[in-house]
């Protein structure tokens, strides 16, 4: 079936320095693909997302690179805060169909 | 800025019971969506809602399960015979298209 996976659960960086999540996806129809940030107790947080016809897209201290060749993508955090340190999924989805496919999250620890 | 709210938060009950989980999307949205996160696993796509009807559903989505908006605001689900296996996180999400997705905070459903 289809299925969406995060390269690593538990990603430590140092504060300041940027980090790099990545996420590989099955189904090579998969045309949209989105990041989304959980904090514990909360709901999964929209950070950015790009379409198929996209290899990079930037937004305020993030950037969402593609590469449907290997089907895989990934969020790079600049200048990483503590306040970043949560759960990172990205979720795809294709045409024809309203669910996302979640992966199974990195957490990402920003040490002081 | 317009948020997603769900209610309640948490909600515990005993096995073969029903439960209704409501949410209050995004007030300009048109599709709506039933997510479940199982401690520790995915976010999984339950139901999607457009014009009033279920657009698609997943294999979770049984007959125990059903959505319904009984007026402008309000998107609700219903588990009609809870299992033990029903405790979840469940997530309302809503959006304007049929793509980006806002998620509420969730309501943290125990079955006992």
């Known amino acids: 079936g289809e299925s969406v996976g995060l390269h690593l659960p538990t990603l430590s960086v140092q504060e300041g320095d940027n980090s790099i999540i990545n996420c590989a996806y099955s189904?090579?129809?998969?045309?949209?693909f989105i990041w989304y940030k959980q904090e514990s107790g909360k709901g999964p947080q929209f950070i950015i997302d790009i379409r198929s016809n996209m290899d990079k897209r930037q937004g305020q201290r993030v950037t969402v690179l593609l590469n449907k060749t290997v089907k895989h993508l990934s969020l790079q955090i600049a200048a990483t805060q503590p306040g970043d340190s949560a759960v990172y999924f990205c979720a795809v989805s294709r045409p024809g169909t309203y669910k996302y496919i979640f992966g199974t999250g990195t957490r990402l620890k920003v040490l002081a | 800025e317009p948020e997603v709210t769900q209610t309640p938060s948490h909600q515990v009950t005993q096995m073969g019971q029903e439960v209704i989980l409501r949410c209050v999307p995004i007030s300009n949205h048109l599709y709506f969506y039933w997510y479940r996160q199982i401690l520790g696993q995915k976010v999984e796509f339950l139901v999607s809602f457009y014009n009033n009807e279920i657009s698609e559903k997943s294999e979770i989505f049984d007959d125990q399960f059903s959505v319904e908006r009984p007026d402008g605001s309000n998107f609700t689900l219903k588990i009609r015979s809870t299992k033990l296996e029903d405790s979840a996180m469940y997530f309302c999400a809503s959006g304007r298209a049929q793509e980006t997705q806002y998620f509420g905070p969730g309501t943290r459903l125990l079955v006992l």
């Open positions: 189904n090579s129809a998969s045309d949209y």
